[in-house]
């Protein structure tokens, strides 16, 4: 069975004021429907550049990206991101910033099925309430989710997510990875996530890929993480697999990676 999404032999140069930059270095990655992988390394290990890479904002220099057996080129609706950053416009309202992805991927449909798909998005991330409230009369969670809604808007084939909770406080990071963990299932879409957090590596995917240092990194290794769904971070806090997966990662990042430096 071939894969879903597929990475093969990509490389990634940059050309800087100092000469040329080999940022990644023959990844190779597999990834079935309906997976939820995280993508965890140090600062500088290529990341982004991957998930970049799938998005269609930046052509490998060498190898392929396939989704679906089609090469990717260029961006387009059937992948959709959420950044670190919210991006709304703040001259609209929440309904609005979703309708703006709607009427783009949706323009063959009525209005009223339109209205309807923003609304029913917006009640997925449990934001449907403040419809009519523009970005700043929101908080930075809220925000969060409407982007999350906004990129669910689109069904794309995969959502890709460059640490999607990384400017949140604690608190509302666990509602919002608990609320990612709920749609997940219900949609069963395919989830490619950057993340600093170990933790939340461990909470929320089926597999967690961990780059090598750049440059010219590499997938060094990717863990399985066989925990039974749906995952309740409570009960995980006391479970030894999942302290033993956790440690796993932790061995790869804070030893094998010094003794490779």
Same mark, same amino acid.
């Given at each position: 069975?071939?894969?879903y999404?597929d990475?093969?032999?990509?490389? &990634?140069t940059?050309?800087?004021?100092k ?7 023959d ?5 079935q429907?309906?997976?939820?992988l995280?993508? @965890?390394?140090?600062s500088?290990?290529g ?5 970049n @890479?799938v998005?269609?904002?930046?052509d490998?220099s060498a ?8 090469e990717?080129r ?7 991101v959420v ?6 416009l703040p001259?609209?309202? +929440?309904?609005?910033n979703?309708k703006l992805?709607? =009427?783009k +991927? !949706?323009?063959d449909?009525s209005k009223? $099925?339109?209205?309807?798909?923003? &609304? ?9 309430h403040?419809? =009519?409230?523009?970005? /700043?009369e @929101?908080?930075?969670g809220?925000?969060?989710?409407v ?6 808007a689109m069904?794309? =084939?995969?959502l890709? !997510?460059?640490e999607?909770? /990384?400017?949140?406080d604690a #608190?509302?990071?666990?509602?919002l990875?608990d609320?990612?963990m709920?749609i997940?299932? %219900?949609?069963?879409?395919? +989830?490619? !996530?950057?993340t600093?957090?170990?933790d %939340? ?5 089926d597999r967690?890929?961990m !780059?090598?240092? /750049?440059p010219?990194?590499?997938i060094? $290794? @990717? ?6 769904r749906?995952?309740?971070?409570l009960k #995980?806090?006391?479970?030894p697999?999942y302290?033993?997966l956790r440690?796993?990662?932790l $061995?790869?990042?804070?030893?094998k990676q010094?003794?490779a430096?």
């Amino acid at each position: 069975m071939s894969a879903y999404l597929d990475l093969q032999n990509i490389d &990634m140069t940059f050309n800087t004021a100092k000469g040329t930059f080999n940022a990644l270095k023959d990844v190779n990655l597999k990834v079935q429907k309906g997976e939820f992988l995280a993508l @965890i390394g140090h600062s500088g290990c290529g990341k982004s550049t991957v998930l970049n @890479i799938v998005a269609g904002l930046l052509d490998a220099s060498a190898g392929v990206a396939l989704l679906k057996d089609k090469e990717i080129r260029g961006p387009g609706p059937n992948r959709a991101v959420v950044f670190q950053n919210h991006s709304l416009l703040p001259w609209l309202t +929440v309904y609005e910033n979703v309708k703006l992805a709607v =009427d783009k +991927v !949706m323009a063959d449909k009525s209005k009223a $099925e339109r209205k309807d798909w923003v &609304m029913h998005n917006l009640k997925l991330v449990h934001m449907d309430h403040a419809a =009519d409230k523009r970005p /700043g009369e @929101i908080s930075g969670g809220m925000k969060q989710r409407v982007g999350i809604a906004r990129a669910l808007a689109m069904q794309p =084939d995969v959502l890709l !997510m460059d640490e999607p909770f /990384g400017a949140l406080d604690a #608190l509302t990071r666990a509602h919002l990875q608990d609320s990612v963990m709920e749609i997940q299932a %219900e949609l069963n879409n395919t +989830v490619l !996530m950057i993340t600093h957090d170990v933790d %939340e590596a461990v909470l929320l995917s089926d597999r967690i890929v961990m !780059m090598t240092n /750049g440059p010219a990194a590499t997938i060094g $290794e @990717i863990l399985t993480v066989d925990l039974p769904r749906p995952r309740d971070r409570l009960k #995980l806090s006391e479970d030894p697999h999942y302290h033993h997966l956790r440690g796993q990662v932790l $061995e790869f990042l804070y030893q094998k990676q010094r003794k490779a430096a």
